[in-house]
């Protein structure tokens, strides 16, 4: 099983950044795609940027694209979103979702199953 930590989230201005972090520890042998989703209130939980670990091919909402970046450091076991010209409809809790096994393919990031979950960041946008 994996361990997920968030951290990075907050009260911003609209326009402003944020870099959210997670961090991974416990049974990382394989993961197959490590995702942030948001969960804004009264919506269902939305994938906002995934990454396929073996190609680092990177998958973003509409609504992410041109404004957050998925990254990692494997080093540290970390996946990063670096969220920029953030919007008030940005709000909402952020957890960073982790697939495990091997997976070399193509598939987008929302078809995966993911058995580990973060505990959330709160990130706020205001107008």
């Known amino acids: 099983q994996v361990q997920l930590v968030e951290s990075g989230g907050g009260l911003v201005q609209a326009g402003g950044s944020l870099r959210l972090s997670c961090a991974a520890s416990?049974?990382?042998?394989?993961?197959?795609?490590m995702s942030w989703y948001r969960q804004a209130p009264g919506k269902q939980r939305e994938l906002v940027a995934g990454?396929?670990?073996?190609?680092?091919?990177?998958h973003y909402s509409d609504s992410a694209k041109g404004r957050f970046t998925i990254s990692r450091d494997n080093a540290k076991n970390t996946v990063y979103l670096q969220m920029n010209s953030l919007k008030p409809e940005d709000t909402g809790v952020y957890y960073c979702a982790v697939s495990g096994g091997s997976y070399y393919g193509n598939r987008r990031c929302d078809m995966f199953e993911y058995e580990n979950w973060g505990q959330g960041t709160q990130v706020t946008v205001s107008s």
């Open positions: 416990g049974s990382i042998f394989s993961i197959a795609a």
């Open positions: 990454m396929i670990s073996s190609s680092g091919r990177t």
